[in-house]
Every structure is written in structure tokens, then in C-alpha cells.
């Protein structure tokens, strides 16, 4: 049974630092995708980085030079680095993997993931 497990939320200032990781377990297969999403009461869960099992990666445009999506431990461990931590990154973020054979021109599209995590809370205080 594939599981999903966030850590390392909180609350930070603006300008801060986060690390989120997600340690992933139940599959032997390295997943096709593997990315972290965000989402606000009210609003559409959004892509923000994934990373491909060749190591490209992708990140929203909003993220772009502030965060940095990394696997560790042969893909079991994904991370997200987000520096320079803005009051509109407040949202839960989720991991989430897509377990099988699958190609996806847009890997921050949620329908590419089959697995997801429960989430961890993100609080950046202006």
C-alpha cells in the first residue's frame, strides 16, 4: 500500500525559510512523477515543483528561483527547499506520486498523480 507522509511545516516571516519533506513507502518501482502541491480554502489545488524519474524538474512560474524540488534515498525521500517565503505561499502542501508506466506533458497537472499525501501546513507571515 503506497504511503505518503509530510513533514515540516510551520509558520515562518516572510523572507524565511521552509523545508518540507515527504517520505514516501509501499512501492519498489521509482514513480514516474513525484511533486508537491498547495492549496487555500476556496481555491483549485495548484502545482507548485515535480520532478520527472530522468531528474528534470518543473515549478510554477510564482515559485520560480525561491524553491527547489529534490528526491533523496532512491526517490523514497522528496523534498522542497523554499526560501524567500512570501505571505501568499500560506497554503496546506501535498506530495504526491504517480506509481506506473505514464508520460504527462504537464507534470503539475493533479490528474498525472495517483497517490497523495494528507499534507502539511505552510504559514508565512507578512
Known amino acids: 500500500q503506497v504511503r505518503l507522509v509530510e513533514s515540516g511545516g510551520g509558520s515562518v516571516q516572510a523572507g524565511g525559510s521552509l523545508r518540507l519533506s515527504c517520505a514516501g513507502s509501499?512501492?519498489?518501482?521509482?514513480?514516474?512523477?513525484m511533486g508537491w502541491f498547495r492549496q487555500v480554502p476556496g481555491k483549485e489545488r495548484e502545482g507548485v515543483a515535480a520532478?520527472?524519474?530522468?531528474?528534470?524538474?518543473t515549478y510554477a512560474d510564482s515559485v520560480k528561483g525561491r524553491f527547489t524540488v529534490s528526491q533523496e534515498n532512491g526517490a523514497n525521500t522528496l523534498s522542497l527547499q523554499m526560501n524567500s517565503l512570501k505571505f501568499e505561499d500560506t497554503a496546506m502542501y501535498y506530495c504526491a506520486v504517480r506509481i506506473g508506466v505514464f508520460w504527462d506533458p504537464a507534470p503539475l497537472n493533479t490528474a498525472v498523480y495517483n497517490y497523495w499525501g494528507q499534507g502539511t501546513q505552510v504559514t508565512v507571515s507578512s
Open positions: 509501499g512501492y519498489t518501482n521509482r514513480p514516474s512523477y
Open positions: 520532478i520527472k524519474r530522468d531528474g528534470s524538474t
